[in-house]
Structures are given as C-alpha cells and as structure tokens.
C-alpha cells in the first residue's frame, strides 16, 4: 500500500501513499514509510534472512532516505523508488534456511536501517519546520521594515 496503492491501468506500475500522502502533508508519507521500514527489517530478521540481504535492505532504506529528503522532489522520487516494495521482495526470495540464527550483525544491521529509517521521517520535518520558520520570521521583518519605513 505504501509503494503500490493505485495501480494505473495497462501497466504493472502504481503509486503509494507515501507519495499521495507525502505531496499533501510534507513528512506524512516519510513517516509512514519510515515505520514500514522498520517493520519489515524485522520481520526480515525474524525469518532469518541471510545478513548480506539485510545489507540490501538497509541500503534501499538509505537510498529512499536520501532521495526523499527534499519536500515535493522527494515524494516523486518516492513515486519510482519502492524501497519497502524491494525489501518485501528481498524477504519472500531469501528466506531460504529456516535453521540460520539471527546474530550480532545482524542486529546491527537492523539498528542502522531503523535508524536511516526514522531518518527518512525527522530530515524532511526538521527541513520543512525550519525553512517555514525561517520564511516566517523573514517575512515578520519585512514587514516591520516596510511599516517602519512609512
């Protein structure tokens, strides 16, 4: 639903909520995505699957953390990246031995990705609140200039 929610007929592509959601309120859809992200790095690492796959997983995370970073280029960039709808993939492909034991880098692994993941959602919100502040209180004493001045 996050990566896929609409489907546009006669193609096998489809647009998220992260998307949708993140155009109408900057972060929303970060957010979303951001527990999505963790979620499945956890299931990830319930099923066992193999580290180096878990490395991937973390680096889609990455990759959507840096592309989504800019409000509205980053939720066109999340139009056409799908790191949840990857790492899904990745889980359904690798989850291979059911014997193989969860270890310490993998944990780690998983702490690194949930951190890129909450990443995803406090840059684009700490970006928008600043900048809007900013456009506030510049605004505030433009205003007070131009009163001033008459």
């Known amino acids: 639903v996050l990566d896929d929610a609409i489907r546009i007929p006669g193609t096998g592509f489809g647009i998220g909520l992260d998307a949708l959601v993140g155009f109408v309120i900057p972060g929303a859809g970060d957010f ?3 527990v999505g992200s963790i979620a499945l790095l956890f ?3 319930r099923r066992r699957v193999p580290t180096v796959v878990l490395l991937r997983m973390v680096m889609n995370i990455l990759i959507d953390t840096v592309g989504g ?3 509205i280029v980053g939720d066109v960039f ?3 990246w799908k790191s949840n709808r990857k790492n899904l993939d990745l889980i359904k492909k690798y989850q291979l031995d059911p014997d193989a034991k969860p270890g310490a880098a993998d944990y780690a692994l998983v702490t690194v990705g949930a951190g890129f993941s909450l990443a ?3 840059i684009p919100v700490v970006l928008f609140f600043t900048l ?3 456009a506030v209180v510049g605004i505030g004493a433009l205003l007070k200039g131009c009163a001033g001045g008459h």
């Open 32 to 34: 979303m995505t951001s």
């Open 43 to 45: 299931v990830a690492l």
């Open 69 to 71: 970073v800019v409000p």
């Open 78 to 80: 999340d139009v056409f």
């Open 120 to 122: 995803g959602f406090v």
């Open 132 to 134: 809007g502040a900013g």
